[in-house]
């Protein structure tokens, strides 16, 4: 069974940094790509960035490039972003994500807050 567990609910200022993690299991998570999702308030999901399976980032949307690193680590089953440099416009709740077997897994989400 995929289960892609996010960390919880995190709150930060702007100009601050977080890091999300993401622990995978239930499937073999070396071989597979993986990312990270944000969903503000009344908006659509939307793609933040990819990382191969190898551990090469693959993409980063235009407004995080240069703020956020997706990194993983392949022996924990882990993905990470650690965002950087924060703007108010990052709110939103953040999914960990991968497609197995054309099925697409998505973690129960962590609420990021960002406020002065």
């Known amino acids: 069974q995929v289960r892609l567990v996010d960390s919880g609910v995190d709150l930060v200022q702007p100009g601050g940094s977080l890091k999300l993690s993401c622990v995978a299991s239930?499937?073999?998570?070396?071989?597979?790509?993986m990312s990270w999702w944000r969903q503000a308030p009344g908006k659509e999901r939307e793609l933040v960035a990819v990382?191969?399976?190898?551990?090469?980032?693959?993409y980063y949307d235009d407004s995080v490039e240069g703020r956020f690193t997706i990194s993983r680590d392949n022996a924990k089953n882990m993905v990470y972003l650690q965002m950087n440099d924060m703007k108010l416009e990052d709110k939103g709740t953040y999914y960990c994500?991968?497609?197995?077997?054309?099925?697409?897994?998505w973690g129960q989400g962590t609420q990021v807050t960002v406020s002065p």
């Open positions: 994500n991968t497609a197995h077997a054309g099925t697409d897994y």
């Open positions: 990382i191969r399976a190898n551990g090469l980032p693959a």
């Open positions: 239930g499937f073999s998570f070396s071989t597979h790509a």
